[in-house]
Nanobody, 125 residues
Framework: QVQLVESGVGLVQAGGSLRLSCAAS????????MGWFRQAPGKEREFVAA????????YYANSVKGRFSISRDNAKNTVFLQMYSLKGEDAGVYYC??????????????????WGQGTQVTVSS
């Protein structure tokens, strides 16, 4: 059974930083590309960042480019999202997702095969 479990400190001040982790089990982690998405209240889920199986290729939403960094540790079956200079509009539930096409870095939620339950990020002003 595939499981993706997100974690990270959920409350941060505007301008601060936060690192999210997503631990994967039940799959061959290095065979999957990974992505992060987020959903704010009343809004649709949106793409944040993606990374290929070997970490060589990354892709970011314009809204987070230069502020967020995605990385992975295949030995630990974990993908990370390091977030800097957080803004109020970065708040929401953050989800990690796994894509069987390990070389693809996709911004479309529909191509991802597995999803975590999400972790809340709150940005206070």
């Amino acid at each position: 059974q595939v499981q993706l479990v997100e974690s990270g400190v959920g409350l941060v001040q505007a301008g601060g930083s936060l690192r999210l982790s997503c631990a994967a089990s039940g799959l061959t982690f290095s065979s999957f590309a990974m992505g992060w998405f987020r959903q704010a209240p009343g809004k649709e889920r949106e793409f944040v960042a993606a990374i290929s199986w070997n970490g060589v290729t990354t892709y970011y939403a314009n809204s987070v480019k230069g502020r967020f960094s995605i990385s992975r540790d295949n030995a630990k079956n974990t993908v990370f999202l390091q977030m800097y200079s957080l803004k109020g509009e970065d708040a929401g539930v953050y989800y990690c997702a796994a894509d069987r096409d390990r070389a693809r870095v996709a911004g479309m939620a529909s191509v991802y095969n597995y999803w975590g339950q999400g972790t809340q990020v709150t940005v206070s002003s």
